[in-house]
Each structure stands twice: as structure tokens, then as C-alpha cells.
């Protein structure tokens, strides 16, 4: 299982870290160890001291697929989740200077939550969903999936072109605006519209 996920897909956050826009998304890869264990706390890898969340929409692919049209990519996903995509920010920034690959700070382990999922057909639209991350009972960030710069159908059209989609990949969908660092004792909620999806504690 591979989680594949998508930079840069909101103008709001790619101002807020100064990036220029892109003309095709920007993608990464997180291996199945970069998931963090339901109901473990997130530990703050001892390698940064500026670990921020992204709270993103996911998408459980649920068919083998390659070079997908969007026209038909809705049926290679039946659920819709939220998680997080932790990122070391401070290694990142080194990595990006240096136009090195960002994996040490993004694919570390833990460095993915996921959430619980929701059945697509619950989901009036899905390039009309909100969702919301709460740090100790604070909104943080708030997004809608209709500010995307790429829909999810059209995701699946670009990544499928590079990578073979398999059943249990996960996309992660880029993050709003909001990001910001988490220190020990933070406690993570996000939500769906007022639907919780996850809640962790930070270490
Ligand atoms: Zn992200």
C-alpha cells in the first residue's frame, strides 16, 4: 500500500509558504510505514523542531487502475477520509533549498494519519466538502475540496499516469491554509462538516 500525496493544491497555503504556483500538481510518496497506528499518539521524530500538521482530504482507491480518464475516475473510490500530513518543516525547507527530495521530511514514520472513512455516496459532492482541523479545541485550519486547484477525478488522472493505482492506496489531497507547528501534549481533531474523523494526542 502506498499513500500518494499531492502538494501544493490550495493558492491560500501556497502563499502562506511563499511557493510558486505550479503548473501540474506536485506530487510525493509516503510508504505504508509512514502510517500512524490507530490510537497511537504522534511522536516528534528527535530529527526536527518544527513539525507542522496539514490536515488533507483522503481518497481510498478501491481497483487496480492506470492511465485513468477523469471521466471514470470516480469508480476507482467509494470512500472519502481526512488525515493529516505531518511534515517536518524545518528539513523541508533545507531539502527544498537544495532541490533535494523531501521524504526525510515528509514519509517519516507516523508522518501520516488516517482517519475514518465516509462512504462517497454519504457526500452530497465531493468538490463541495468541508473540513476543519481543531488543535486543543481551536479551529486551525478550514478547508472546502472546491478551492483545489486539481478535483480529486482529476488527480486520479494525473498520478495514474505515473504510478499504478492499487486497491487500499490512499491519496493524500493537499492542505489549506493554516499549517502551523505541534508541540508535545497537542491534541488533534479533525472533521468532515461536524463529523469527527480522527483525534490524537501529540508527544
Ligand atoms: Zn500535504
Known amino acids: 500500500m502506498k499513500l500518494i500525496c499531492i502538494g501544493r493544491n490550495y493558492t491560500e497555503h501556497i502563499k502562506e509558504l511563499e511557493n510558486e504556483k505550479p503548473t501540474e500538481p506536485v506530487i510525493f510518496i509516503k510508504p505504508d510505514t509512514a502510517v500512524l497506528l490507530k490510537k497511537q499518539p504522534f511522536f516528534i521524530p528527535d530529527f526536527s523542531d518544527d513539525v507542522h500538521h496539514e490536515v488533507e482530504i483522503l481518497v481510498k482507491i478501491n481497483k487496480v487502475g492506470k492511465y485513468i480518464d477523469k471521466k471514470f475516475a470516480h469508480k476507482y473510490y467509494e470512500e472519502i477520509g481526512l488525515g493529516i500530513d505531518f511534515t517536518a518543516r524545518d528539513l523541508q525547507s533545507k531539502l527544498k533549498e537544495k532541490g533535494l527530495p523531501w521524504?526525510?521530511?515528509?514519509?517519516?514514520?507516523?508522518?501520516?494519519?488516517?482517519?475514518?472513512?465516509?462512504?462517497?455516496?454519504?457526500?452530497?459532492?465531493?468538490?463541495?466538502?468541508?473540513?476543519?482541523?481543531?488543535?486543543?479545541?481551536?479551529?486551525?485550519?478550514?478547508?472546502?475540496?472546491?478551492?483545489?486547484?486539481?478535483?480529486?477525478?482529476?488527480?486520479?488522472?494525473?498520478?495514474?499516469?505515473?504510478?499504478?493505482?492499487?486497491?487500499?492506496?490512499?491519496?493524500?489531497?493537499?492542505?489549506?491554509s493554516g499549517v502551523g507547528k505541534v508541540i508535545a501534549n497537542d491534541k488533534l481533531n479533525g472533521f468532515i462538516g461536524t463529523k469527527e474523523m480522527f483525534s490524537i494526542t501529540v508527544k
Open 103 to 176: 521524504e526525510k521530511a515528509k514519509s517519516f514514520d507516523g508522518a501520516a494519519v488516517i482517519g475514518n472513512w465516509l462512504p462517497v455516496n454519504e457526500i452530497d459532492d465531493i468538490n463541495n466538502i468541508e473540513f476543519s482541523l481543531k488543535k486543543n479545541d481551536n479551529i486551525v485550519q478550514k478547508g472546502n475540496t472546491s478551492h483545489m486547484l486539481w478535483k480529486i477525478d482529476e488527480i486520479i488522472e494525473y498520478v495514474s499516469k505515473y504510478f499504478t493505482l492499487k486497491i487500499g492506496d490512499i491519496i493524500f489531497t493537499g492542505t489549506p
